[in-house]
């Protein structure tokens, strides 16, 4: 693995107003010094707008000086704007989050699903391979490096980390989901697009020689979330005092993740790349990774609504009184639903000596405790 330190470096994170990004921005002005985060994001209203913009708002709180943050509001599918900041910023890192999410819109809407995370993710990457020509550029006539300054000769992307899903497993029937097992039967047009961008960057991964990791995320939760997901939208529902849809009869088991644990798992891939080596035949071995990023402890979707409606109830966002009973009611599954998601993240420990950590409960209560106050905040 080749160690990528994130301080003094130009990092670009796509889909920074999205729920996973802004956490990880969040994390990185913290963390690092030195460092220029450029967020791009075509803030699209797949979901309420104004919780994209109120993250951005609370991202834009938190820049402490010796940071430059610089948000871009724009689309990845465009690549003409890709290549522009490429060239502009000349990024050490980037993380690409940007995508059209969820797997029951992709029945209805299947172009969005092309356009971001096909097209946008094919122009992230031939950027990369772009970066590497300006790396060698040593005249640097074609680049216009207007808002970095290096302290060291450009080298080109040195690690594209990139969203993946627990989708691409499908309906397989093995468990736990090893990173080993084959995924090539996509029950959505969702999961066949993450499966197809890690395909796309193994290519590019052998080809160009760019280091890249893919990370399947495992239903991430937590404050700030999104509303299409089953937590947000079922307490949205209960508030509104409307039934909520328990699918599948309630016989789904999924493995949650805490945003805060994908952060970093993130943060620490982000910081070691695959490496650079070339096979018998002169060639690169393809720097290319992929790891699953899950807790590992898959709980029942029955399981899951008892504790949602407890720590409802303790943050106050409903009274004790509530019956739930009544607000509830059991439906079979959905086409694109999986009746099973369970992470087998051994290999994120042996690489990186991180396991997510934060259980349903201990999620579930910050969630409720930040509803509340966001609820509250809108009057
Ligand atoms: N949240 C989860 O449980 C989960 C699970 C598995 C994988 N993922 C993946 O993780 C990534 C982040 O997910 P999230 O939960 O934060 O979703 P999100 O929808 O909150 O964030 C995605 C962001 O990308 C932006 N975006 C979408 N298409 C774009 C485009 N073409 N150009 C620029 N911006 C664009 C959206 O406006 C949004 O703000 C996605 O790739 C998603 O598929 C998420």
């Not at 992709?106 to 990457?125: H, Q, R, V």
């Not at 019956?323 to 690489?351: C, I, N, S, W």
Request: net charge negative.
């Amino acid at each position: 693995m080749e160690k990528v330190n994130l301080d003094n470096k130009t990092i670009l994170v796509t889909g920074g107003a999205g729920f996973i990004g802004s956490n990880l921005i969040k994390r990185l002005i913290a963390d690092t010094k030195g460092t220029t985060i450029v967020n791009i994001d075509n803030m699209n209203s797949y979901y309420d707008v104004s919780l994209k913009e109120y993250r951005l708002k609370e991202l834009e709180r938190v820049v402490p000086a010796g940071i430059k943050y610089f948000f871009v509001k724009g689309d990845i599918a465009d690549k003409a704007l890709i290549d522009k900041l490429f060239a502009e910023y000349q990024f050490d890192v980037v993380v690409n989050l940007a995508a059209q999410a969820g797997v029951r819109y992709s029945i209805e809407n299947p172009d969005a699903y092309i356009m971001s995370n096909m097209m946008g993710f094919y122009n992230i990457l031939e950027a990369c391979r772009r970066s590497l020509d300006y790396a060698r550029d040593d005249k640097g006539d074609s680049v216009i490096s207007t808002n970095v300054e290096k302290s060291q000769p450009y080298r080109g992307v040195q690690h594209l980390v990139y969203a993946s899903s627990s989708s691409v497993y499908g309906g397989n029937k093995k468990v736990p989901f090893s990173t080993d097992d084959r995924v090539d039967n996509p029950v959505s047009l969702y999961a066949a697009t993450k499966k197809s961008n890690e395909l796309f960057a193994h290519c590019y991964s052998k080809l160009y020689d760019i280091p890249t990791t893919g990370l399947r995320f495992f239903t991430v939760y937590g404050p700030a979330g999104r509303p299409d997901m089953a937590y947000f939208g079922f307490t949205n529902k209960l508030l509104k005092g409307e039934t909520i849809k328990i699918f599948n009869y309630g016989n789904c088991r999924r493995d949650f993740t805490y945003v805060d644990d994908i952060v970093e798992g993130i943060v620490r891939v982000m910081q070691g790349a695959p490496e650079r080596k070339k096979g018998e035949d002169g060639l690169p071995i393809p720097p290319y990774a992929i790891y699953n990023i899950g807790g590992g402890q898959p709980e029942n979707l029955l399981d899951f609504v008892n504790i949602l409606q407890e720590e409802l109830v303790r943050a106050g966002v409903l009274p004790s009184d509530f019956d739930f009973e009544a607000h509830k009611e059991l439906v079979p599954m959905q086409p694109g639903d999986v009746p099973t998601t369970y992470a087998d993240a051994t290999a994120l420990e042996r690489d990186f000596g991180f396991t997510p950590k934060i259980t349903l409960r201990e999620g579930l209560r910050k969630f409720a405790e930040w509803y509340k106050e966001y609820n509250n905040s809108l009057g």
